[in-house]
C-alpha cells in the first residue's frame, strides 16, 4: 500500500473512521494530524461499536501502530478514557504501539470552559461547537502567550507556569462571560497526574515517521472533521480551528509533501452538516427526516440531529480541487436502497447567474439555489455486495455520474458498517 492520506470530503461525518479502519489492516503506522477530541470517528468490528475522539482509529489493528502528531491538540482526559475503555474491552494500547508528538498542544480544562462561556454569550450568532475546548486551544497555539505543548507538560516548572495561565482565563470567564472562576489546584493536580501517564508515549514524531518512511513502511494519515470545515477554505466562520485539508497532513505530521502518494476523500452518497451555516442542498422536508432516520444521522460527538441533503457535486469539486484527491471513498451507500427518485446538485442559481464552482464567499452561498439533476434510485438492496458486479445498474450508474460530476474517480464503496461492507472499485 502507497503513503495515503484519508480526509472528509464534506462537513465531516462522512464515514472516514470506517474507511481508515479497513485501508489500516494494510498499513504498518496510521497517524493522525490534526484536530481534537471534537471529531467522533466511529467503528463497528464484529458487531461491536467503537467511537473514537482522541485516538487514531487505527489502534483496533493488530500490529498498527498509531500515532498522535503535532498537528492535533491532544486532550489527556478524553484520550485516557478512551485508553482505558479499550482496555475493558480487551484492547491494551501500550507505549510503542502508541506514540505521542511532543510538540502537540493540550487542551486544558480551562479551554473547555472558555468554549461553553464562548458559544452561550454569542447566543443566536453561535457558531455550533462541541465545546470540547478546540477553538480556545488552537487561539492558544498561535498566540503563544500562555499555550503548553505535551513536552511542556513534562517540565518541572510545570505548576507554576500553569497557575499563571488559569489565572489569566478567571479573568476572561469572570469579566467577560461572568462565568464561574477554575480552581487552579484542581487543574493542577489533574495535570499532572495526566503527564506522568504521558511520558512513555512522547516522542518527536516527524523524525519517527520520516525514518518509518525511509524504511518503506506503509503509512496512513487520518484527517478529522472534512474539508469545508477547514480553518482556510471552509465555510467560514461556521469552521473548526485547524487545516482540514490535505495540505494539514504535513504541516500537522513533520512529513514533505513528496511522500505522499494518494489522497482519498470521503464522501457521503448523500449530504451531512452538524452546527451552524449555510447548506444549499439541505432538505427541510419529509425526505430530509427519512434520510436522517435511515442512516440514524446523529453526532457520535453531540448526540446533535445532523442535517440532511441531496449530494453536492459542486463541492465535491471543490474538495478535489483543494485536496488534490487522487481518488473517492463513497459511504452509506445502503442508505439510499429504498430511495425511488434521487437528485445531485450540479451546479448553484445566485440571482440571474449559474455558478459552476462553489462560491468562497459565505454570503453568496447563503444565497444559492442549487440546480438539480434527478436520477432513477436502484430500490434493492446492496449491503450483500462486495463486488462491484454486485450491485444494482443503477446503483453502479449513480456511482459514475457522481464520479463524472466530482471529476475524480471513485476508488471504495461502502455498503455498511462493517470491515467486509466495503468495495475496492
Known amino acids: 500500500m502507497p503513503t495515503k492520506v484519508v480526509l472528509g470530503a464534506q462537513w465531516g461525518d462522512e464515514g472516514k473512521a470506517k474507511i481508515v479502519d479497513y485501508l489500516a489492516a494494510q498499513a504498518e503506522i496510521v497517524v493522525r494530524f490534526q484536530g481534537g477530541a471534537n471529531a467522533g470517528h466511529t467503528v463497528i468490528v464484529a458487531g461491536e461499536t467503537h467511537i473514537f475522539h482522541a485516538l487514531p482509529v487505527g489502534v483496533l489493528n493488530e500490529g498498527t501502530t498509531c500515532v498522535v502528531a503535532n498537528g492535533v491538540v491532544l486532550d489527556p482526559e478524553a484520550l485516557f478514557a478512551e485508553l482505558d475503555e479499550l482496555a475493558e474491552r480487551g484492547y491494551q494500547v501500550l507505549p510503542g504501539q502508541l506514540y505521542i508528538s511532543s510538540c502537540a498542544h493540550v487542551v486544558l480544562p480551562y479551554h473547555k470552559a472558555l468554549d461553553r462561556a464562548s458559544e452561550a454569550h454569542l447566543g443566536a450568532s453561535a457558531i455550533g461547537t462541541t465545546a470540547r475546548g478546540i477553538g480556545p486551544a488552537y487561539r492558544d497555539k498561535v498566540d503563544r502567550s500562555h499555550a503548553f505543548r505535551v513536552m511542556d507538560l513534562l517540565d518541572v516548572d510545570l505548576s507554576d507556569r500553569l497557575r499563571i495561565a488559569v489565572q489569566s482565563k478567571n479573568e476572561i470567564l469572570t469579566a467577560i462571560f461572568g462565568a464561574e472562576a477554575l480552581d487552579a489546584d484542581e487543574i493542577i493536580s489533574e495535570t499532572l497526574a495526566y503527564a506522568e501517564r504521558l511520558r512513555p508515549y512522547v516522542l518527536d514524531t516527524s523524525l519517527f515517521l520520516n525514518r518509518a518512511l525511509d524504511e518503506g513502511k506503509m503509512m496512513l494519515f487520518e484527517g478529522a472533521q472534512g474539508t469545508l470545515l477547514d480553518i482556510d477554505h471552509g465555510t467560514y466562520p461556521y469552521v473548526t ?24 476523500g470521503v464522501t457521503k452518497a448523500y449530504m451531512t452538516r452538524v452546527g451552524n451555516g449555510p447548506f444549499p442542498t439541505e432538505l427541510h422536508d419529509d425526505e430530509g427526516e427519512r434520510i436522517r432516520e435511515l442512516g440514524q444521522e446523529y453526532g457520535a460527538t453531540t448526540g446533535r440531529a445532523r442535517r440532511c441533503g441531496w449530494f453536492d457535486a459542486t463541492i465535491a469539486r471543490m474538495s478535489a480541487r483543494v485536496n488534490g484527491l487522487t481518488g473517492l471513498a463513497l459511504t452509506r451507500m445502503d442508505i439510499l436502497d429504498t430511495v425511488e427518485r434521487l ?61 463524472e460530476l466530482s471529476r475524480t474517480p471513485v476508488a471504495y464503496i461502502s455498503v455498511g458498517p462493517e470491515r467486509d461492507e466495503t468495495i475496492e472499485v
Open 241 to 264: 480551528s485547524s487545516n482540514t485539508t490535505a495540505g494539514g497532513a504535513c504541516t500537522g505530521s513533520g512529513v514533505g509533501p513528496t511522500r505522499i502518494d494518494e489522497i482519498i
Open 343 to 403: 437528485k445531485v446538485c450540479t451546479a448553484y442559481r445566485y440571482g440571474d447567474q449559474v455558478l459552476d464552482e462553489f462560491p468562497v464567499d459565505p454570503r453568496v452561498l447563503e444565497k444559492c439555489e442549487p440546480v438539480y439533476e434527478e436520477i432513477e434510485g436502484w430500490c434493492a438492496p446492496t449491503t450483500q455486495a462486495r463486488r462491484v458486479e454486485d450491485l444494482p445498474p443503477k446503483a453502479m450508474a449513480y456511482v459514475e455520474r457522481i464520479a
